[in-house]
């Protein structure tokens, strides 16, 4: 099951409040050990903005995982699905976010993007609009997805890139825009991927990134 996060405002607390911490089975009190020493229900900011944010929280003693986020982040009108762990100041916009992934701090989502389950997107990943990307996948840090071949301060139109399932992405990897990448791929550290990738698990690596 994924939840569709919409503000809610004027409803009860959660049944684990500032009140009413929750607890590891040990008994001992988690709500100061992580992120926050808060739980927070998803909730709207002032000037109707809609903003969810909630902290991460100790789920233990929990029956299920629940989709957790860092306070700081901004996630606009999202779906994500359960177990997805959310670190601080990220910023995701009407994104698609699949069940069990952990988004790094200081990600960015653009709208629009799909990532499918159990993916991993490190800190400071810039996923921008038109970018879909399967389950499994590694997002190194830094990595940098390109939508507009001629940017200019006028916005074009969007070309889509597609990273297929169980692909690896090494650290500051930049994906030129209209790229798809093919299963099972590892793209190496710093490569500037200028060409689709459509084999299937192979290494690419370097600039202009190429099949080893
Ligand atoms: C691409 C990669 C998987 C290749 O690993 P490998 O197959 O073990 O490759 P090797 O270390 O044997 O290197 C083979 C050659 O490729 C070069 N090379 C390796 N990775 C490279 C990269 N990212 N960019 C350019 N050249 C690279 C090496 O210098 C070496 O060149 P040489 O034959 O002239 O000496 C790996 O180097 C890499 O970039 N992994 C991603 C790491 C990462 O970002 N992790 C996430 C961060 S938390």
């Not at 020493?37 to 902290?55: A, E, F, G, Q, S």
């Not at 959310?86 to 629009?112: D, M, Q």
Request: some cysteine.
């Amino acid at each position: 099951m994924s939840c569709h996060l919409e503000p809610t405002i004027g409803k009860e607390k959660h049944a684990s409040s500032v009140e009413n911490p929750p607890t590891c089975d040990c008994g001992k009190d988690t709500s100061v050990d992580h992120m926050d020493n808060r739980l927070y229900k998803p909730t709207r900011r002032k000037n109707d903005v809609k903003i969810t944010h909630v902290p991460y929280k100790n789920t233990s003693s929990l029956s299920f995982r629940p989709v957790m986020f860092s306070k700081n982040s901004v996630i606009e009108e999202c779906d994500i699905g359960d177990g997805t762990i959310i670190w601080h100041h990220c910023n995701l916009y009407r994104c698609s976010i699949g069940k069990n992934c952990e988004i790094g701090s200081f990600v960015e989502i653009g709208e629009g993007v799909t990532i499918g389950d159990n993916c991993k997107i490190l800190p400071y990943a810039f996923i921008c609009p038109g970018v879909e990307i399967g389950s499994n996948c590694f997002i190194g840090p830094h990595v940098v997805f390109c939508n507009d071949r001629y940017p200019t301060v006028i916005e074009h139109g969007v070309e889509k890139t597609i990273i297929s399932d169980n692909v690896n992405i090494g650290a500051g990897a930049v994906i030129l825009p209209g790229i798809s990448i093919g299963q099972y791929c590892t793209i190496g550290a710093g490569s500037i991927v200028t060409k689709p990738i459509q084999k299937i698990g192979v290494i690419a690596y370097g600039n202009p990134a190429k099949v080893v």
